[in-house]
C-alpha cells in the first residue's frame, strides 16, 4: 500500500462529509425552523430542494476547473462560498433569505464532492481506487449517523441557528486541512486548459459512452433512493410511526450501518472477484430485497423494525455498488477526470432530484409509497447493470 493512503482517505474523507453534514443536519431542526420563520412546511422543504439544485450544478464546473487549475485551487473557492453560505443561513431573516443561502452552500459543497474523486484518480486505479473510495465512504458515512443526532442535541440547548454556525466551523477546518495536509496531485504540464468548445466536445464524448453512463445511472439510482429517503424519512418516522425527533435521528443512522459497513469490503471483493461481477450482484441484491420490503408493506401494516432492517441490509448492497461505479466510469477517462467526476456527479444529482420530483406526488408520510419509489429506484439501477455489466468479460479485464 503506497505510502499517505491513509492520510488521504481521512483528509478526503473529513472534506466529502462537508455536503452530507449540510444535508442530514437540519433535517431534525426542520419543524423548528418552519415556527421560528413563520413559514409552512413546504417552504422549508425548498431549502433543501435548492441545496440540491446548485449542489448538482455546480460540478459541472469545479470539474473542468479542477483539470485546468489543479485540484487544490478549487477545493479551497468551494470551501469559502459554502463558509459565507453558512454564514447566511446562521443570519437569515426570513425564509427567501434562507433558500438564497443554502442554494449558496449548495454552489460550495460541490467543491468538496467532485474534486476528490479526481485526486483519487490522479493517484490509484482499479481495486486500490475502490478501496480508498471505499475508506471515504466509511468517513461519509458517518456523517448520516452523527448529523441528525448533533443537530437534535443542538436545537435542544440553542436554536435552529447554531446548526449552521456548526457548519461554519466545518468549513473553517476543512480550509485549514486542505491547506496544510492536501498536496496538489495535478502536475502543471498534465492540467488542460479549458475552453467551452473542448467542454462540449468532451461531454459528448462521456455522454455518447454507454459504460461511463451506464455505471453512472447505476450508482446514481442507487443515490436516488437515498434522496427520496432523506425526502421522507422525516415524515414516515415522526408521523406515521410517531418518533421523537431523537428517536428518528437514531433511525435514520441505522440505515447507514449497512452501507458503510459493506463498502469496506468493495476494494477487496473486486481483487477477488472482478468489479464488475461485484456491482452486478450487489446491485441484483438490492433490488431483491426492495421488493421483497415493497411486497411486504403492500400485503400488511409495515413493523418499523422490519422496514429499518430491510433498508439497512439493501444499503448494504449499495455500499457495495456506488463506490465501485464511481471508480470504474473513471478508469478510462483519466484525462478528463476532472470533467468525467463533475459530469458524472451532475447527472447522479439530476437523476435523484429527478426521483424525488415524479415520487413527491404519491408521497404521503406513509411507508408505502416511500418504498415503492425505492423499488423504481432499484428496477432501474437492475436493467441498467443487466444491459452493461451482465455480459461476461475476462477476469483481468475486470
Known sequence: MQPGFFRTAIVLGLLSCVGPFAIDMYLPAMPTIAAALSTDSSAVQATLSAYFLAFGLAQLVYGPLADQYGRKGPILVGLAIFLAGSVGCALAPSIS????????????????????????????????????????????????????????????????????????????????????????????????PVNLASLVRGSRQLVRDPYFMGLTFIGGFGMASFFVFIATASFVYTGYYGLSNTQFSLAFAA??????????????????????????????????LVFILFALALAAPLPLGVLI??????????????????????????????????????????????????????????????????????????????????????????
Request: with cysteine; net charge positive.
Open 255 to 288: 440505515n447507514a450501518i449497512g452501507f458503510f459497513g459493506s463498502s469496506q469490503f468493495a476494494g477487496s471483493l473486486g481483487e477477488r472477484f472482478g468489479m464488475r461481477r461485484v456491482v452486478w450482484t450487489a446491485t441484483s441484491g438490492f433490488a431483491l
Open 309 to 398: 432492517v430491510g433498508l439497512m441490509l439493501a444499503n448494504a448492497c449499495l455500499g457495495l455498488v456506488i463506490p465501485s461505479c464511481m471508480v470504474m466510469s473513471l478508469d478510462d477517462h483519466g484525462d478528463r477526470a476532472g470533467l468525467a467526476s463533475s459530469l458524472g456527479g451532475t447527472l447522479q444529482m439530476m437523476a435523484g432530484a429527478g426521483m424525488i420530483a415524479l415520487s413527491g406526488p404519491f408521497l404521503d408520510g406513509t411507508p408505502i409509497p416511500m418504498v415503492g419509489a425505492i423499488a423504481v429506484c432499484a428496477a432501474l439501477a437492475l436493467v441498467l447493470a443487466l444491459l452493461v455489466l451482465r455480459r461476461a468479460v475476462p477476469v483481468a479485464a475486470e
Open 97 to 192: 433569505w434562507l433558500v438564497g443561502f443554502r442554494f449558496l452552500q449548495g454552489l460550495g459543497g460541490a467543491a468538496v464532492m467532485v474534486v476528490p474523486r479526481a485526486i483519487i484518480r490522479d493517484q490509484y486505479t482499479g481495486a486500490m481506487a475502490t478501496r480508498l473510495m471505499a475508506l471515504i465512504m466509511l468517513v461519509v458515512s458517518i456523517s448520516p449517523m452523527l448529523a441528525p443526532l448533533s443537530g437534535t442535541a443542538v436545537i435542544a440547548f440553542s436554536d435552529w441557528r447554531a446548526i449552521f454556525w456548526f457548519m461554519v466551523a466545518a468549513a473553517a477546518l476543512s480550509l485549514a486541512l486542505t491547506v496544510l495536509l492536501q498536496p496538489e496531485t495535478l502536475p502543471r504540464g498534465a492540467r488542460v
